[in-house]
Nanobody, 115 residues
């Protein structure tokens, strides 16, 4: 059974940083594309970043390029998202997912950027 458990969200001031984690189980994590998506209040799911096999293939949506960094530790079956220079518009529920549509995703972790 696929399980994805996100953690690391919280309340942060604009310009601050957070690092999200996603612990995966129930599938072969090391050879899987993995994604971060987010859903802001009143909006649909947005693909933030995706990663495959280390740094051989990494994608970012334009609004987070240069501020967010995706990484993974295959030995720990864990996906990360380092978020720097956070803006109020980054406020959302963040999910990790096995597919870019978010059909198979965790329960999410809330990120709120506010002064």
């Amino acid at each position: 059974q696929v399980q994805l458990v996100e953690s690391g969200g919280g309340l942060v001031q604009p310009g601050g940083s957070l690092k999200l984690s996603c612990k995966a189980s129930g599938f072969t994590f090391s050879t899987s594309w993995m994604y971060w998506l987010r859903q802001a209040p009143g909006k649909g799911l947005e693909l933030v970043s995706g990663m495959f096999l280390g740094d051989t293939a990494i994608q970012y949506t334009d609004s987070v390029k240069g501020r967010f960094a995706i990484s993974r530790d295959n030995a720990k079956n864990t996906l990360y998202l380092q978020m720097n220079s956070l803006k109020p518009e980054d406020t959302a529920l963040y999910y990790c997912a096995r597919d870019m549509s978010g059909r198979i995703r965790g329960q999410g972790t809330q990120v709120t950027v506010s002064s």
